[in-house]
Every structure is written in C-alpha cells, then in structure tokens.
C-alpha cells in the first residue's frame, strides 16, 4: 500500500511531495460531466483533487440519508483514482463553500443545541451522521487501496470560534470510524485564526487559506509554527483563484497574467489547492448568502467563480496560461490537451401553458392549518417557497387596513382576492401595507421565499436564519389567527393542471417544451422574465432574477432527453415571454 505522511515535507512513500490540487465538488458538477472535470484537472499537470462534503445533500431531512446521482461522493472518489488523481477529502460538519447554511441541515434550527460548539447534542447528530458518511470515505484512504490523501476536521474554525472540545471531539470522532490518513484544519493565514481553529498542539496538520501574497502568508505560517516547535510543510489549502457573485451586481474578476503569478509565487513555496478549479452549479436552492449587519446578499446560481474551467466545465484563458506555466516552470508534470464539450442554442420556442400557482397549490402540497403561521422551519421544510392563506373581515369602511407581517424572511408578497399588494424584501417587512378591502371578507395569500441561509460567520446562529413567518400577522394592532400553509420546496411538480385558471400578475408556471436530436449543453435566456426557478425535465436547475448579473441559467446536458424535453419557469413577478431562447453561452447583463 502506499503511504503518505506529514513530516517537514509531505511525502508518498518516503520521497518529498508536492500537492497540486484543484477543487471540484461532485455535487455541483452532474455526474455524466465527473470525468471531464476530472480529466481536465489531470491535464493541467496536477496530480490531486479535493471537495466538500455537504451535510444538508447527504442528510436533508432528519435521518434520511442520500448518496446517489450527484451525491454518489463513491463514484466520484474512483473515478478520480481511475484518472490517476488523488484526492483531498473535506466532510467536517459546516463547510462555508457559499452554500446554503454552510451544508448544515437546516432542520438543526429547530434543535435545541448550538452549532459547531462542544454541546453534546450537536456531536450527536454529527456522529449519527457519520454513522452513514465514514462507510463511504474510510475505504477509499491511500492506506487501503484508496487515493485520499488527508481529511479535514472542521473549515475556518478560527472565523468562527475558539471552542478547542468541539475541534478535539471532531478529531477523535474521524479516527473512531476508522480514518487513519493525516487529518487537518484549514484558516485564514493570520495567528488569531490559527490559534483559534487550529489543534496544532494535537499534532494536526495546520493550512492556510489565501488568493496572493504567498509570500507574507506562508511566512505568518510559518511563525505561528515556530512558536509550536513545528517544521511542517507549507500548504495553501484554498487558493482564491476567482471569487463568487451575488445579485445585483458585477461580475468578480481577476486578471489571468496577475493569478498565474501568484499561483506560481505560491507552487515555488509549498503545495496548494485551487479553489476553485470547477466551480459549477449551485442547482436546486443550494445558493448560500453572505451575511451582513441589516441586508444579507444572496449569492447567484452560477458558482462559475471565474475559475480556470467555466461552470459548464470547459477550460478558460485562465486554464491554458496556467497550463503553459507549468510546463514552462514545472516540466516534470506531465500536462495534455484538455477536453472542450459543446453546447447548443434553439430559438423562438413556444410558450405550450400556463397556470397560476393560487389555482394549483393544493395539487403541490398539502395544506397545514394552525392557529398563528408557522416558520418554515417548524413546518418541516428546509428551502423553498412557503404560502400561508387566511381570510379577514373588513373594520374600515371608507379607509383601508394597516396589514403588518411581524418579524420574517426573506421576500414577501402579499396578495388579496389573488391580487398583488406588495413586495417586501429582508429589512423592509414589517413595515406597513395599505390595503383597502372591497368585500366583507378578504382572502390573504403571503408568498414567502428562502432565498438562502448565510454561509459563513455569527449569523449562522442568528433568529433570522428561521425562515418564513416567524412571529406573525397583524390587521390594525392585532394579530390575525386561523392559517392554512403550503410547504412548496418544489421536489415533484409533475402533479401542475396546466387546464386550470392562470391569471395574470399572480405567481404562475410557464411550460415550454422542445425536442432535441444531439444532445448537448445549453443555456436558459431568462431576460424578459422576473424572478422564480426553472425546471428542466423536473430538475430545479436554479435561482434567476432580474437584477442580474446573469441572464441565463447553465443546463447540463445530463439533465436532457433525446426527444421531447419539459422547460418550466416559476415565475412570481408576472413577466412572462410568449418564445423561450436557448442559448450556447451565459448572458451577462450589460
């Protein structure tokens, strides 16, 4: 068997090694495209790959455990090995990655327990967890025939805390179920996190995080060693090669000459993992979101990240300058042609139906009734849309109602008789609405959508990661009882009656079908529409929303039938187009 070890180098069976590595999460990248991913990443001359595990994926609902599809973390592990790549393994509980809650289940808000703490309740679940997670790393460690060079305890701790039980109990947790390869912490490079988040006085690996300055980084390092006696390797285990993009505005970008630069600055000093290599898809309502003080910012469906591949997987200029580095600086990698996929465009496809969601909720889901609404939370559901319905009687004759929606998150619309009021968004909600009542008795419908928990930092602890309603409604100062809720996180909607009433300006679905004879990548022209998610053959392919800075939204081919395919949008703004355009590449706003 081989064996890798950390000593003042890294080395694979006694000789010095040097860790190329490229991230890329299986699980935002579709199975069918692993191997181009993977291959191009063995192409470029690096010789390692490494992803996140996400908790949230793996274990949706309380003790219901996937692993197959795009979670199939197996799969990917062989056929990384199958390619000659080894692999860097991250399964600690939070996982940041601009995901939602970090990869924390969301059900866990509900638990009385504090996250990522030494709290005994929190370690239950991750063990339990575990139960389920290890039988799917442990045999594919170097050690055992695998390729998985090391492990990782907990990400950028030391951002977040100082609680050195949790850390430990992770540590011992991992090598209770039989992990034997080097484990290790990963933080940004400065001592105040590294002291926090780090277990180097356990003897456990310490890396660093960074995008430049390899330079000043390593040598921070390198003195929080010393102050340990420690001769470790340097490691730079997320280089920012790129950055993510949040709604409403620019694009991040990097200029190729200056990345190459750094990345060769940092390879000269120690080993290093891209983050990202390929960035790929946050699908479904997987989108994290960057925490601030009043406003959090959703981040985009696109995790393209300005990587060296483009989110469809395709190398960019990025890729072949840094390939061309390595083959002028680096000529014991081996580097080969990378491969290139294709896509193709459709235009002017017809609009086939269209219904409003009021006319077909109760097909979706089932209505849960309570006396005061319920947050998504405590309705059993993690991400999507929640409808919540009751009926008033009119006070004012001549004046219209105060309506107030106390204390939610994150977009409200509220609509009466099925006809829009308002929109609210985060900061704005609770703040008054006018509505003047025409009838006696008015039907209240508030559409509340979870554009996405918080990622990183304090907030992951905060009240506002409750999604919802989450204290209640009020008419003039008191609050309205008696709710009907609708938990519509859109698994299934092969039940939609597109026979029954649309109207216009209502939420609504929009289906459009095309029949494809090759099968190949494509992109949604989602310009001329306003917010909501798009279903491709059922699949949730992802957020879009008119404030850009995408237009479009990235189908993999796997995702497509030969024959006859099903486009649906969601749409809750009312804009709709009469001809959907497919198109070869993403459309950026301008």
Known sequence: MDLFEVKEDFLLNNQPFKILSGAIHYFRVHPDDWYHS????????????????????????????????????????????????????????????????????????????????????????????????????????????????????????????????????????????GITQPLFTSDGPWRATLRAGSLIEDDILVTGNFGSKAEKNFQDMQDFFSEYDKKWPLMCMEFWDGWFNRYGEDIVTRETDELVASIKATIDLGSINLYMFHGGTNFDFMNGCSARMQHDLPQVTSYDYGAPLDEQGNPTEKYYALQQMMQTYFPEYETCEPLVKKSFAMQDIPLLNKVSLFSVVDDLAVARHSKYPKTMEELGQNVGYTLYQTTIERDRQDEPERIRIVDGRDRMQLFANGDWVATQYQEEIGEDIQLQQNDQFTELSILMENMGRVNYGHKLLSPTQQKGIRTGVAADLHFIIDWKQYCLDFEDISSIDYSKQFVEGQPSFYQYEITIDDLADTYIDTSGFGKGIVFVNGHNIGRYWDRGPYESLYVPKGFLNNGKNEIVFFETEGKYLGNLQLIKQHKIMK
């Open 38 to 177: 993977l291959y191009n990443l063995k192409a470029l001359g690096f010789n390692t790959v490494e992803t996140y595990v996400p908790w949230n994926m793996h274990e949706p609902k309380e003790g219901e455990y996937h692993f197959s599809g795009n979670l199939d973390l197996e799969k990917f592990l062989n056929l990384a090995q199958e390619i000659g790549l080894y692999t860097i393994v991250r399964p600690s509980p939070y996982i940041c990655a601009e995901w939602e809650f970090g990869g924390l289940p969301a059900w866990l808000i509900n638990k009385e327990i504090r996250i990522r703490s030494s709290d005994s309740g929190f370690l239950d679940f991750v063990s339990r967890y575990y139960d389920h997670l290890m039988p799917k790393i442990v045999p594919h460690q170097l050690d055992k025939g695998g390729n998985i060079l090391m492990v990782q305890v907990e990400n950028e701790y030391g951002s977040y805390g100082e609680d050195k039980d949790y850390l430990k109990a992770i540590s011992k947790m991992l090598q209770s179920y």
